[in-house]
């Protein structure tokens, strides 16, 4: 059930031109912003979006801009983890590879971080999310992370229900270009 959503929610998000792409990502941004649990963090982790995903580049922008800690992970293939490793500006990200990563490997404790901003293919009503499938995001948030968790999603990604595993790690908030989902 999960590969069937991620191919129909993939094929819509292959359908996304340039300029609704930025128009969609530019609300998600706005209502991020407006969001007390952005305002008020001093440490956050994000993606770096790919693949028409919400643009995340303007949230580092503004975060660094805010003179906040702003970390990316670090994706660690051999093992199938991930970390998070501070950036000081968008050039500190290698947008060379098929997923952009830091160029430095240097770890930040995460216990450091308040807030980390999740990617997605799906998401439903009660905060559960759908990832890529390889587990990356469900096995660090799984950890004694105090950070809240927040997915960002287009509105056709957020479903009624989609199926949960055992694993699956829900989000605090979800932000979409006309909602915002709260403790879900």
């Known amino acids: 059930m999960k590969t069937q959503i991620r191919k129909k929610i993939l094929d819509e998000m292959n359908l996304i031109t340039p300029q609704l792409r930025a128009q969609m990502s530019k609300k998600i941004f706005e209502n991020l912003l407006s969001l007390d649990e952005y305002k008020k963090c001093w440490a956050l982790m994000t993606y770096v979006s790919f693949d028409n995903e919400p643009d995340t580049i303007c949230i580092i922008k503004d975060a660094l801009s805010k003179a906040k800690t702003v970390c ?4 660690d293939w051999n093992n199938l983890s991930m970390y998070p490793v501070q950036i000081f500006s968008e050039d500190d990200i290698d947008f060379s590879t098929r997923i952009p990563q830091p160029f430095s490997e240097t770890r930040v404790d995460p216990e450091e971080i308040d807030l980390i901003i999740v990617p ?11 990832g890529r499938g390889k587990g990356f995001y469900d096995r660090f948030l799984s950890g004694s992370h105090r950070a809240i968790k927040i997915g960002l999603a287009y509105d ?5 229900s989609i199926p949960v595993s055992t694993n699956d790690v829900k989000m605090d908030i979800i932000v979409s270009e006309t909602r915002i989902l709260k403790v879900c």
């Open 72 to 75: 990316i992970p670090y994706v």
């Open 120 to 130: 997605g293919i799906a998401f439903d009503l009660k905060c559960n999310r759908i």
């Open 156 to 160: 056709f990604q957020i479903l009624d």
